[in-house]
Structures are given as structure tokens and as C-alpha cells.
């Protein structure tokens, strides 16, 4: 079994910083993908940024620039830096991983269970 857990969600006034942490545990070889997803109430989920094993990274057209996403690979967890935070960027915030297991070397993909980012004055 592998599972994820966030941290770092919070209140924060618009134009401040927060940083999320995701960490994973389990049976784990390896990750392919480390990924932020974003759900703002009654929208749907969309794709913050990812990080791909190697380094490359990828972001939502709304947060390049103001978030950054990286990981350490040995400690399985990946962060989300997001600095001059707005409005819009409220919502429910996803960790999500894509691995290879340790046991069998089968794929997994597992879903934290969310953490709330609220931007307000």
C-alpha cells in the first residue's frame, strides 16, 4: 500500500505565501510523477503543476510565475511553493503520485486527501 499525506494549507491574505508539503509511504521503488491538483467550489479539479522524475516541470497557465513545484526524490516528497497568492486561488488542494511499487514493481497512482488554501482579506 502507498499512501499520501499534505500539509501546509492555511488562510493567507491575498498577495502572501504558503508552502504545501506532500509526503509519500509505502512500498515504494521509485516515482515517475509528482503532481498538485486544485478543486474551487463547484469547479472542476484542474492540474496546479507537476514534476516529472528528471526534474522537468510543468504549471497551470494561471500559476507560472508565482508557484513553483519540487521534490525530494530520496524523502518521496514533493512541495508547492506558491507566492503572491490571490483570490482565485482558493480551493481545495490534491497531492497526486505515480510510481512504481516495490514488491512487484506495478504502477500505482494515489490521491492525499486534500488540503484547504483559502486567499482572503
Known amino acids: 500500500q502507498v499512501q499520501v499525506a499534505e500539509s501546509g494549507g492555511g488562510l493567507v491574505q491575498p498577495g502572501g505565501s504558503l508552502r504545501l508539503s506532500c509526503v509519500a509511504s509505502?512500498?515504494?521503488?521509485?516515482?515517475?510523477?509528482m503532481a498538485w491538483y486544485r478543486q474551487a467550489p463547484e469547479k472542476e479539479r484542474e492540474l496546479v503543476a507537476n514534476i516529472v522524475y528528471g526534474g522537468d516541470t510543468n504549471y497551470a497557465e494561471s500559476v507560472r510565475g508565482r508557484f513553483t513545484i519540487s521534490s525530494d526524490d530520496a524523502k518521496n516528497t514533493a512541495y508547492l511553493q506558491m507566492d503572491s497568492l490571490k483570490e482565485e486561488d482558493t480551493g481545495t488542494y490534491y497531492c497526486?503520485?505515480?510510481?512504481?511499487?516495490?514488491?512487484?514493481?506495478?504502477?500505482?497512482?494515489?490521491w492525499g486527501q486534500g488540503t484547504l488554501v483559502t486567499v482572503s482579506s
Open positions: 509505502g512500498n515504494i521503488n521509485g516515482m515517475y510523477v
Open positions: 497526486n503520485m505515480k510510481g512504481a511499487r516495490t514488491v512487484d514493481y506495478k504502477f500505482f497512482e494515489v
